[in-house]
């Protein structure tokens, strides 16, 4: 079993920042791929930043070139790093965590709102 917890999520600015954490406790050495998905009101929930085990990185369309994912392999925490932020990046934010066998484990989701 693996327990995810995300914090970070907040208000903010349009053009602000943010940085989004998640840990992962348990059985942690099972866990391949780490990263961030999120669901606005009336959307389907959609892929935001995820990163392997070795490293590779795949971004959403459109948060490419704003957002950044890394992950810290000694604390099991993957950040989301959230730059030029807009309104239309106000969601619920989800950290989902994979293990190599391919069972999934999510948190239960941060909110983040971009509004002047």
């Known amino acids: 079993q693996v327990q995810v917890v995300e914090s970070g999520g907040g208000l903010v600015q349009p053009g602000g920042s943010l940085r989004l954490s998640c840990a992962a406790s348990?059985?942690?050495?099972?866990?391949?791929?780490m990263g961030w998905y999120r669901q606005a009101p009336g959307k389907q929930r959609e892929l935001v930043a995820v990163?392997?085990?070795?490293?590779?990185?795949t971004y959403g369309d459109s948060v490419k070139g704003r957002f950044t994912v890394s992950r810290d392999y000694a604390k099991n925490t993957v950040y989301l790093q959230m730059n030029s932020l807009e309104p239309e990046d106000t969601a619920v934010y989800y950290c989902?965590?994979?293990?190599?066998?391919?069972?999934?484990?999510w948190g239960q989701g941060t909110q983040v709102t971009v509004s002047s």
């Open positions: 989902k965590e994979t293990t190599n066998w391919g069972m999934e484990y």
């Open positions: 348990g059985s942690t050495f099972n866990i391949n791929t």
């Open positions: 990163i392997t085990k070795g490293g590779i990185t």
